[in-house]
């Protein structure tokens, strides 16, 4: 969870009260900032799935919303320590070139593992105390950190840093005012959590949500730091708390001067209004097209309508209610406003799995692949085969049928022939998801037609079939991209020479394919 919202919040209210131009930097005032998402940390924590891509979403909002130019911004996804202190350094020289009068304001954050001192880059590890110093030594006049992590609440207790309350969110400064806010995403001994329905941190879904709308309580189109902190702390802490991690409380820190509260967002010329009526209730999940990658989710539970400004576009809404899901499309013109209506939406079997998944793999997947398998006859060599394959994600398990053609020589007393197998197999292998690729185990059985012809024996064929166990990996590359990598052994179970016989078949599988 992202304790971005304060952040942004702070960023607004120290340098004056957003113009109704959202997104235009005020006269006078500089604002920079470094992203910083890294998926793994020390070897002993497990990969997370959306911190690097999280960062994305916050760049998003600061152009869209918090008044930050392109160029201003630093990137660092899945970066180390070396690049993070060159775009300090590069911020450094930024500042020093500031024009004259100019107030600066520096937004950190990072989303990723912490130990609760440190930063984890990868294998590297970074002090909060080192990032503090850099900021610190940077010129800004104004310092804001947010750090997403694990038992992050300890990062406000640094020296010189005051705790506060948490819905003492007046923490407002006007463009005299210098000093730092830290920001973290999670209590000292709280888990920092993740929403595969999201596809992103849980608080950074809620944060991104309110910021975009559904946070203006009082329905003055305009979203304030009070109304978005209070709507991100209790969306976050009600999304948290039935896990099994426990509910998650974002905690804060600063060192700052004035009281007062602060418009973030509000509907400007180009901005589109779409409303969610009281008299529509459910769960909401607003999906931008043609990417379909979740833009903001509102929950209308009948107590007030709701909105979101949007920009202009296509979008994608899917609804659920009472366990039922529906879906509607619209088309926002800039400037339009416009109310949902019941009509607009139709019953549907489309999940947010289905949109964005537990990963960013397709759900299906059609592959080719190369096959290279051991004996079955003593005489015989290897035997290298080709196919396709179609793959299915269902739940937890990795559904797979395969048609497959194979050719392998054999040399018997002198005589040299080729031994030819036709096969249909399906597997239905456990499939234990990570950030970017999935491990497989499970079983297999394959049915398969063997043919072999020679001058000694003439024309043969014989049926046979073949349980066994499959172990590998599918990765994921690119977005659309599968690379299959796949171990199996089987046992050949066959007559042959008017025998039964079973024969162990050790098989390795290299295959690509297009997930969609």
Known sequence: MKAALHVLGAIVACSALMAPAVGAQEKGTVRLAILVGNDTGSSERAPLRYAEEDIGRVRKALLEVGGFDAWDIHLLAGKGRADLAESFQTVRQRIAKRPDGARVLLFFYFSGHSDGAALELGGDSVPFQQVRRWMEESGAALRIAVVDSCFGGGLTALKGVRKVPEFDIEVMGDLAA??????????????????????????????????????????????????LYRYVYGRTVGSTVGTLAGPQHPSYGYEMEGKGDVVLAMVTGKAAVLRFPVTMPGDFFVLELPGREVVAQVTQDGTQE??????????????????????????????ESRDLAERDFSPTTLTLADVRGDSPRGRTALVGFYALSGWIMPEMGVMHGAGILLRRRVAVFDLQARLAYGQ??????????????????FSSPFALSFHRFDLLFGPTVAVSRFSQESSMKGSRAAWAVAPGLLAGANLVPLEHLDVLLAWELSAVVMRRDGNWVAEPVPRALLGVGYAF
Not at 201 to 220: E, K, N, P
């Open 178 to 227: 210098e000093g730092s806010v830290v920001l973290t995403a999670s209590g000292p001994r709280e888990m920092a959590q993740e929403s595969s329905e999201a596809g992103g941190g849980v608080f950074t879904s809620h944060f991104v949500s309110g910021l975009y709308g559904a946070a203006d309580d009082d329905g003055d189109l305009r979203v304030t730091l009070r109304e």
């Open 306 to 335: 709701r909105r979101l400004f949007l920009a202009g576009g296509g979008y994608s809404l899917l609804r659920r209610e009472a366990g039922s899901m529906s879906a509607a499309s619209v088309e926002l013109g800039e400037g």
């Open 408 to 425: 392998a020589a054999v040399t018997d007393n002198g005589f040299s022939y080729d031994f030819r197998a036709m096969e249909a197999a």
